[in-house]
């Protein structure tokens, strides 16, 4: 069997030896190099650019302004369309004259050279006029529209009335009331790999090589932004060095491929700088949560009402579908006996747009739910786990057409992830470990999802052929950006097929012209969505060969090839604990994370040490997400970080002592009893962190990231 073994990765080799090629590697003299002009003004509209000092600079081939492109707006999320019609918000052109956040884009530079083309924005002038910048939901409310459809800049609202949050929490007269208000910081993704494309014309079809997450909307997306026909438009990924959703959305590729277009077709390399990567990309939504629940003393939940604020930012990206997915957690998990009522709103600000970043809003959602939960076991005098225990819906069903969780085993995960944890020597012995230290523990549960259906389709094919040395070759769209989707996706194949693994392979670099379709990587889809289309095919091309061999024939000389074109109309949730010990220094505010245990339910692992892998990366993360990033701005909303020395995220040196626990499980809807694991792991550490506060020092902190000045206040003011 190769399911559920640790096999290496099928790109370890070349990654290791500098052989697998990344889109900057094609980069060459011969090419072109595009280089975007942003706004130096918050909130506004350009009046006039003159170039002709720029345009003059030997080197110089092309300069497009936001009064030169198209005036056709366009969607940028990487959503899959509804019966067959777009569902996202069109509010991005190439380039945009009415600036909405620092550092829009107003123009664009090709030159022969990347020095050149940088010495060139430098030479551009621009006038313009200023409005006053907004960035909080009540700022927001009150200012004038950034986009007219929207007057009042709310871009999407969801409200869910389930019986009367007043008379619920009247109606018996012993009840406890516990309010709270959390919230969190936009930040970034930071891959390693700095966006990029390269696009030229081949013929008459359009080349777009480049840093994504989704060839095949992405291709959907340029053709809306650029009038072409589908038949003249290709996509290329080569190896990718990370995305976590930043790649879930079309970024420059468009404008990119705009700018080789308008020079007749000549390869133009665009490239973001460090900076541009943080602050023009796509960031995670700033959420700002309002919880108001009733309780009895035992800690049964008779009712709660909920208001979410979520900050999309200057565009609408992926928009209200972020809060939109981080919903169901709010209410669901923690399901209230008498009355629910939840109001989400989404809405436009002068900062940089927010879209997918691994999570999508149940990181933010969960955050805010779990510290709330740890709040009312603290004032309630409960255990924390008991308190979940006795909260955790029995059912589980999560999704609004009332599919049932068929396999649930996050009480194995409290179970497990607590003694390995000790959690009840650590709660008692926390507290003064010396003069100015102290220490706590804290944990918290999340639900996640494999994949998008019913809200949005799911479909996934894939080709497998034989080639004539026998060797089976996977053709899949399937984007592979360091979680390892290529190495399951072969060990999924040699499961079916009874072949040797290394008898299978898959080529790194996916093509929108050889590749079938498939909806990218996003939802932590992949191993569950395009797993049930490798099974399909796999299954297919097995019974020719047994029917070949049942008869006593050779295989084919050309070999034999099987597709599967499926949609997969089912889900799986999976489920995931964290347990935090961390210690706090009392004159300086400084919290050090000392241990962590992640236990998941995660149905069978495919592959145990990626699996591993993919938990300890969602820790680090989850820690930078608690302590240290915030992509700050100043009171004018200009961006006051500029590369990864003043952005702060954990490092090897920063991370604690972790154990990862999977709990034994089977998932009867899934290809192979697999879920999703890959946004799951990053869910729960913040909130379990910031609860380990509570434990050490008493004090509710519910704003992240706890950053030293900000603990130290609280301290402070205690």
């Not at 003159?50 to 030169?68: N, Q, S, W, Y």
């Not at 959305?249 to 308008?262: I, T, V």
């Not at 565009?315 to 957690?329: F, L």
């Not at 069903?397 to 009840?424: H, M, R, T, Y």
Request: proline share 5%; with cysteine; net charge negative.
């Amino acid at each position: 069997m190769t399911v559920n073994t640790s096999l290496p990765k099928v790109d370890a080799h070349a990654k290791a030896y500098g052989k697998a090629q990344y889109i900057a590697d094609y980069y060459n003299e011969t090419m072109l190099c595009a280089k975007v002009l942003h706004s130096t003004v918050t909130n506004g509209l350009v009046k006039s650019i003159d170039t002709k000092k720029a345009l003059a600079l030997e080197g110089v081939v092309l300069i497009r302004t936001c009064f030169d492109v198209p005036q056709k707006p366009f969607i940028t999320a990487g959503h899959p369309l509804i019966d067959g019609k777009e569902h996202d918000i069109a509010d991005r052109l190439l380039l945009n004259r009415r600036v909405r956040y620092y550092g829009d884009d107003i123009a664009a530079v090709v030159a022969i050279d990347e020095k050149t083309a940088i010495k060139a924005l430098s030479l551009i002038d621009v006038e313009y006029e200023q409005y006053q910048p907004f960035f909080t939901y009540e700022q927001a409310i009150s200012s004038p529209a950034l986009h007219k459809q929207f007057a009042d800049n709310i871009l999407g609202k969801t409200q869910i009335n389930i019986g009367d949050f007043a008379k619920a929490a009247a109606a018996e007269k012993d009840l406890i009331i516990i309010e709270g208000s959390y919230s969190t910081q936009p930040v970034q993704a930071c891959p390693i790999e700095r966006a990029a494309s390269l696009c030229y014309l081949d013929g008459e079809v359009l080349v777009v090589e480049t840093t994504t997450q989704i060839p095949h909307i992405l291709k959907r997306l340029i053709k809306k932004a650029l009038g072409l026909p589908n038949q003249q438009i290709r996509v290329i990924k080569p190896h990718l060095g990370g995305s976590f959703g930043m790649g879930q959305d079309a970024l420059y590729q468009p404008l990119n491929a705009y700018l080789s277009l308008e020079l007749g077709g000549k390869p133009v390399f665009l490239e973001l700088s460090r900076q541009e990567s943080l602050w023009n990309t796509r960031t995670r939504h700033a959420m700002d949560f309002f919880i108001t629940s009733a309780c009895r003393a035992d800690g049964s939940l008779v009712a709660r009402k909920i208001i979410v604020h979520c900050n999309n930012g200057a565009y609408a990206s992926q928009g209200h579908g972020v809060i939109g997915n981080g919903t169901d957690c709010l209410y669901k998990l923690y399901p209230a006996e008498k009355a629910t009522e939840l109001l989400t709103e989404t809405y436009y600000s002068t900062l940089p747009t927010a879209g997918s970043m691994r999570g999508y809003g149940i990181c933010q959602a969960a955050y805010a739910l779990e510290a709330h939960t740890d709040s009312i076991a603290h004032r309630l005098g409960i255990d924390p786990i008991a308190l979940r225990k006795k909260q955790l819906s029995k059912q589980m069903i999560v999704e609004a057409d009332g599919q049932p969780v068929k396999s649930n085993e996050l009480i194995q995960c409290l179970n497990k992830g607590s003694a390995a944890f000790a959690w009840q020597k650590r709660r008692k012995s926390a507290g003064l470990v010396s003069g100015h230290k102290v220490r706590g523990s804290g944990m918290a549960v999340c639900y996640f999802h494999s994949g998008v259906y019913p809200v949005l389709p799911e479909m996934s094919a894939v080709k497998l052929h034989i080639n004539t040395d026998g060797r089976v070759q996977i053709f899949s769209s399937v984007v592979d950006f360091g979680q390892g989707a290529d190495t399951v996706l072969v060990q999924m194949a040699s499961e079916t097929l009874g072949i040797a693994e290394e008898k299978i392979s898959i080529i790194a670099r996916r093509d929108t012209d050889n590749n079938p379709y498939d909806n990218g990587a996003y939802a932590s889809r992949q191993s569950f969505c395009t797993g049930w289309a490798i099974r399909t095919a796999a299954e297919q091309l097995r019974q020719k060969l047994d029917g070949l061999l049942a008869a006593g024939l050779p295989i084919p000389a050309g070999g034999l090839t099987e597709e599967a074109d499926i949609n997969i109309n089912k889900n799986a949730f999976s489920f995931g604990t964290s347990f935090a010990e961390i210690e706090v220094d009392l004159q300086t505010g400084v919290i050090e994370v000392l241990k962590i245990v992640n236990a998941h339910d995660c149905g069978v692992v495919i592959n145990p040490q990626m699996a591993e892998g993919q938990v300890e990366g969602g820790i680090a993360m989850g820690i930078g997400f608690a302590l240290s990033e915030h992509l700050k701005h100043d009171e004018q909303g200009r961006p006051q970080v500029f590369g990864l020395d003043n952005y702060l995220i954990p490092t090897a040196l920063d991370l604690p002592d972790q154990e990862v626990i999977f709990a034994d499980s089977f998932e009867p809807d899934a290809p192979y009893g697999n879920k999703s694991l890959g946004e799951p792991p990053l869910v729960t550490p913040a909130p379990a962190i910031r609860n380990a506060l509570i434990n050490a020092l008493g004090i509710e902190i519910n704003d992240l990231p706890l950053t030293p000045d900000r603990v130290l206040a609280a301290i402070k003011a205690r």
